[in-house]
């Protein structure tokens, strides 16, 4: 049984460009959360997807949206990109009533 | 908002030696409380969870315990390893069923 995947694992981007992440599930996993992890900090919520909708946000801009595919698979999005945006991004898993989430490699994403 | 502490921020033992990590959290209304250890520049492997009505879970040489109406979770170490180096992580899961994290303890086994 495959655990959470994610693709890229390591990106480089210049300001203002737009990057797109995929993340897939762990088999049996209707739930996909993403989280943004700063060098030196803990993970940060960014948002969580469930039965293809946005089912809620943390502290950031717009800059940063989603998507969940019919076979609960997702994408992270961020437009116009930052320096600040360089981070490692973790994508975790979870089935809606167990609470449990289980997290994928990350992507590195370094924004020049 | 809740917000997660962890202390010490780094922490350096000779092996063998057991030890203690510390995490507080300010809101008790938590589902649960998971410990993940985090190898540099990789994800986050989950060591050991406690739901909100457990006091402890133990996995090999970790035991994890929670006390949610003081806020405070420990996690102890104990024969502590040079693979055992890593950053550990204390999260907690809200009603909300998202995690918040500390920023984690920096542990260093000296062999």
């Known amino acids: 049984d495959a655990g959470v995947t994610q693709s890229p694992t390591h990106l480089i981007k210049t300001r203002g460009q737009q990057v797109t992440l995929r993340c897939s599930p762990k088999s049996g996993h209707d739930t996909v959360s993403w989280y943004q992890q700063a060098l030196g900090q803990g993970p940060q919520f960014i948002f969580q997807y469930y039965e293809e909708e946005e089912r809620q946000r943390g502290n950031f801009p717009d800059r940063f949206s989603g998507h969940q595919f019919p076979n609960y698979s997702s994408e992270l999005n961020v437009n116009a990109l930052l320096l600040g945006d360089s981070a490692l991004y973790l994508c975790?898993?979870?089935?809606?009533?167990?609470?449990?989430?289980?997290f994928g490699p990350g992507t590195r994403l370094t924004v020049t | 908002k809740q917000e997660v502490t962890q202390i010490p921020a780094a922490l350096s033992v000779p092996e063998g030696e057991n030890l203690v990590l510390n995490c507080s959290f300010t809101d008790s209304a938590i589902y649960n409380l998971q410990w993940f250890r985090q190898d540099p520049g990789k994800g986050l492997t989950s060591l050991l969870l406690?739901?909100?009505?457990?006091r402890e879970q133990t996995s090999g040489r970790l035991n994890a315990s929670l006390d949610k109406s003081s806020g405070r979770s420990t996690l102890y170490i104990a024969a502590s390893q040079p693979g055992d180096s890593a950053t550990y992580l204390c999260a907690v899961l809200t009603g909300a069923n998202n995690l918040f994290f500390g920023t984690g303890t920096r542990l260093t086994v000296i062999p």
């Open positions: 975790a898993s979870s089935y809606d009533k167990a609470y449990e989430q289980y």
């Open positions: 406690i739901q909100s009505s457990q």
